[in-house]
């Protein structure tokens, strides 16, 4: 049974950082390239970037510089540093393996100002 299990996510302040988990299947992980995403109440489901199987990043123009992703391949994990976060970031956050329909179940990040 394929999963992508999220954990990480909770309140934190303006300024600070978090660091979210994606727990993946070893089928899923080792095959396909990971992404996470975020979503915000009333809006579209965001990309925020991806890892590749080979270790390549990609980033969209919001994060890049204050987000990044690794991946752990002994624990089957990829995960999402977030740094000097901003009330705006504030949202669901998903991982989710590129090319496929798995996508994890979610994990609030709250960001107060």
């Known amino acids: 049974q394929v999963q992508l299990v999220e954990s990480g996510g909770g309140l934190v302040q303006a300024g600070g950082s978090q660091r979210l988990s994606c727990a993946a299947s070893?089928?899923?992980?080792?095959?396909?390239?990971m992404g996470w995403y975020r979503q915000s109440p009333g809006q579209q489901r965001e990309w925020l970037g991806l890892?590749?199987?080979?270790?390549?990043?990609a980033y969209s123009d919001s994060t890049k510089g204050r987000f990044t992703i690794s991946r752990d391949n002994a624990k089957n994990t990829v995960y999402l540093q977030m740094n000097s976060l901003k009330p705006e970031d504030t949202a669901v956050y998903y991982c989710?393996?590129?090319?496929?329909?798995?996508w994890g179940q979610g994990t609030q990040v709250t960001v107060s100002s």
């Open positions: 070893r089928s899923i992980f080792s095959d396909y390239a």
């Open positions: 989710h393996a590129i090319k496929t329909d798995y």
């Open positions: 890892i590749t199987t080979t270790n390549t990043t």
